[in-house]
């Protein structure tokens, strides 16, 4: 099973030696996602018990699969005198291997507490390896975001554990839930609601996020955007199926907030002026969609929902990928310097246009078919969301076309040298990242829950 090939990769990995760690991690996680893939396709080896301490269904193997795939090309995208540290690897597959653990286990506290160790080696990456001295600040913004936010969910658990005696996502999913009044009830789910939409994060709750993603090194900014961001969307799945009853009554609001928060981060990304900066905003509104289901409660909203945050995962993980290699190009992230590289790289830019035209869900992408699902349960839950989402698709085109040009056209800097040789590492990274986005449309089925 991929959980133990993972296991026997970090222990490899620790006890390697200096030169042989990135081989070692790579060749395991390779491994892994070979037997996570197979387990995709293939009937469950492990089937869901109210004994069993891990789950695996529709909802967790596409995001096991997903930690896997983004764990090898992030190792593979650092530059090499970051990943032969040991130190680096090493917090890799210590963060690559409770990802994995809290995209499978069945206990809600034990989820609680992957979530929240996560935060540990994400804020090592930022503190070690980031660029500038405002990682201090940026860290501190994600730490005390993440906890404020995660305190009433914690406060929430132990009371549904000694109120059920039992903290299993499977008794929760047979709606054996058991509160003493709609109050707490309503109660309980809203304190959820505040620590998955926080990791999300949703507009208005979203400031630690461009502050982490531009002072993070490349893997760092991966590791959140592709995996650590659906946390609180694989939470929201997991909570959310079993109570769709109090959808109607709780969520109106943050569907209305989240709406407008698309439309409002896409303003602010046609603003700006840093290109790390640019790529994080629109996270928040492609994550932002995520709502969507949460309110329309549908099976088809659901299946749009999981093909999201799969393909936003590959996606925006690419394109942090991409600016890390203009980044080492030109040392700037200002579009007023990097700019004009049609000339200095024809055959990266045209990667770079592949995925700014999957981020604007262009066809055939699996973002495509992730959208039209999420807009048809907008639709059927709501009609009145549709000038809205017509608008949010279309601001979305508009800075994605904004990105690319700005980035490709226009005269070559001074700074950037006219000899600039492309590693071929990154055509590799930019394969396995495109790789995902266009096949996976030829088997929707894996996203039908």
């Given at each position: 099973m991929s959980f133990s090939v993972m296991v026997m990769g970090v222990v490899g990995v620790v006890v390697a030696q200096k030169k042989f760690v990135p081989s070692i991690f790579v060749n395991a996680m390779l491994v892994g996602s070979f037997f996570s893939i197979l387990d995709l396709f293939l009937p469950s080896l492990m089937e869901v018990s109210p004994s069993s301490v891990f789950t695996s269904d529709g909802v967790s193997k596409p995001l096991v699969v997903l930690s896997f795939w983004i764990s090898v090309v992030m190792v593979q995208a650092t530059p090499f005198g970051v990943k032969s540290s040991k130190k680096f690897t090493v917090t890799v597959a210590v963060l690559t291997t409770i990802l994995i653990l809290c995209f499978s286990v069945d206990s809600s506290l034990l989820f609680f507490i992957l979530f929240?160790?996560?935060?540990?080696?994400?804020l090592?990456?930022?503190?070690?390896?980031?660029?500038?001295?405002?990682?201090?600040?940026?860290?501190?913004y994600m730490l005390m975001y993440t906890l404020v936010g995660s305190m009433p969910l914690l406060g929430?658990?132990?009371?549904?554990?000694?109120?059920?005696?039992?903290?299993?996502?499977?008794?929760?999913m047979t709606k054996r839930v058991i509160f003493s009044s709609d109050l707490?009830?309503?109660t309980w789910w809203l304190a959820c609601l505040v620590a998955f939409l926080v990791k999300m994060p949703m507009y208005m709750?979203?400031?630690?996020?461009?502050?982490?993603?531009?002072?993070?090194?490349?893997?760092?900014?991966?590791?959140?955007?592709?995996?650590?961001?659906k946390l609180g969307g694989y939470g929201l799945l997991r909570v959310g199926l079993?109570?769709?009853?109090?959808?109607?009554?709780?969520?109106?609001?943050?569907?209305?907030?989240?709406?407008?928060?698309?439309?409002?981060?896409?303003?602010?990304?046609?603003?700006?002026?840093?290109?790390?900066?640019?790529?994080?905003y629109s996270s928040i509104g492609h994550m932002g969609l995520l709502i969507v289901w949460v309110v329309s409660s549908l099976s088809l909203g659901l299946g749009g929902a999981l093909a999201l945050m799969v393909s936003h995962g590959v996606c925006s993980s690419a394109m942090f990928a991409l600016a890390n290699n203009w980044y080492g190009a030109t040392n700037s992230r200002s579009f007023m310097v990097t700019k004009g590289l049609l000339v200095v790289s024809p055959s990266l830019i045209l990667m770079w246009f592949f995925f700014n035209s999957v981020n604007m869900s262009a066809p055939p992408s699996i973002n495509l078919l992730s959208e039209i699902m999420l807009v048809s349960s907008a639709i059927f839950s709501s009609i009145s969301s549709g000038p809205v989402l017509a608008v949010v698709a279309f601001i979305v085109g508009a800075y994605s076309l904004f990105l690319y040009s700005q980035v490709s056209h226009g005269s070559v800097s001074s700074q950037i040298s006219a000899f600039h040789s492309v590693k071929e590492v990154v055509y590799g990274v930019g394969g396995f990242h495109l790789g995902p986005l266009f096949l996976l449309i030829l088997v929707p089925k894996i996203f039908i829950i």
């Open positions: 929240e160790a996560s935060l540990i080696p994400t090592m990456m930022i503190m070690v390896w980031g660029y500038q001295p405002e990682r201090v600040q940026a860290s501190m929430c658990l132990i009371f549904f554990h000694r109120l059920n005696f039992h903290s299993s996502f499977f008794f929760m707490v009830l309503s709750a979203h400031l630690w996020l461009p502050k982490a993603h531009v002072e993070a090194p490349v893997a760092g900014s991966m590791v959140l955007a592709g995996l650590l961001l079993p109570l769709l009853k109090l959808n109607s009554s709780v969520l109106p609001g943050l569907f209305s907030v989240s709406l407008w928060g698309g439309v409002v981060t896409g303003m602010i990304c046609l603003r700006q002026s840093d290109m790390k900066s640019l790529i994080a």
